[in-house]
């Protein structure tokens, strides 16, 4: 799977929306974009993931640039219980195995202030 | 559903004693991997079992390591001869079969915080 870069840490006030970024230049065209975040002493949970179009779910929205190069995860209203680790991860659409394991970096530590 | 579970949650050893964890995880998803993560680090991918066959496995899994799903359903991982780099958290994740990795959704247990002193 592609490589990510993503900042080490953010920070952010409870109630404000708050704009992850994850840079992938080196994406194929096959490439799905996932989120997953990782709240302290849990494991991993999924976000939100998507191709080409922005996305929208209860969680989170997606939004991805037009030459998919990079993406936003955006919380819209950012409460105290979405201090985590953000994971932006690549999977890899393109045909071969059915299953794949998640290639983690470090992610982003997101903190949110009262 | 209560989702992914493993047991223990915690486990402080002594270098060179044998450990063993299981997962537990969500019903008829056929799809289990193993995970490690350090401080400070994203999970590292162990292994991989779709039913009972262990598909994948990566070089961080040394020969110490020894992990099985026998009905495909639960699993365990076992270390033998412990060591203080094997400190770490053990996650374990599911997800079902059907559709293309691209699209897979992996739910995360709580994973196993093993010490080795």
């Known amino acids: 799977d592609a490589k990510t870069t993503q900042p080490n840490s953010m920070e952010s006030n409870e109630e404000e929306p708050v704009h992850l970024p994850c840079n992938h230049s080196?994406?194929?065209?096959?490439?799905?974009i996932h989120w997953y975040r990782q709240l302290p002493s849990q494991g991993p949970e999924y976000v939100i993931h998507g191709l080409t179009s922005n996305v929208n779910n209860r969680m989170a929205s997606l939004a991805i640039a037009e030459d998919r190069k990079s993406s936003t995860l955006i919380l819209h209203r950012a409460t105290l219980r979405d201090a985590a680790v953000y994971y932006c991860i690549l999977r890899d659409g393109a045909g071969g195995t059915s299953y794949g394991k998640l290639t983690f970096g470090q992610g982003t530590i997101l903190t949110v202030h009262p | 559903d209560t989702g992914v579970s493993q047991d223990p949650r915690h486990k402080i050893t002594k270098r060179g004693q044998n450990v063993t964890f299981r997962c537990d995880p969500i019903?008829?998803?056929?799809?289990l991997y193993w995970y490690r993560q350090t401080l400070g680090q994203g999970p590292e991918f162990l292994t991989y079992f779709q039913n009972e066959a262990q598909l994948e496995k990566s070089r961080l899994l040394s020969d110490r390591f020894s992990a099985e799903r026998p009905k495909g359903s639960f699993s365990t991982l076992e270390i033998q001869r412990t060591e203080q780099g094997d400190s770490a958290m053990y996650l374990c994740?599911?997800?079902?079969?059907?559709?293309?990795?691209?699209?897979?959704?992996?739910?995360f247990g709580p994973g196993t915080r093993l010490l080795v002193l």
């Open positions: 080196t994406i194929s065209g096959t490439d799905y």
């Open positions: 019903s008829e998803h056929n799809r």
């Open positions: 994740a599911s997800s079902s079969l059907s559709g293309p990795k691209s699209q897979e959704t992996q739910y």
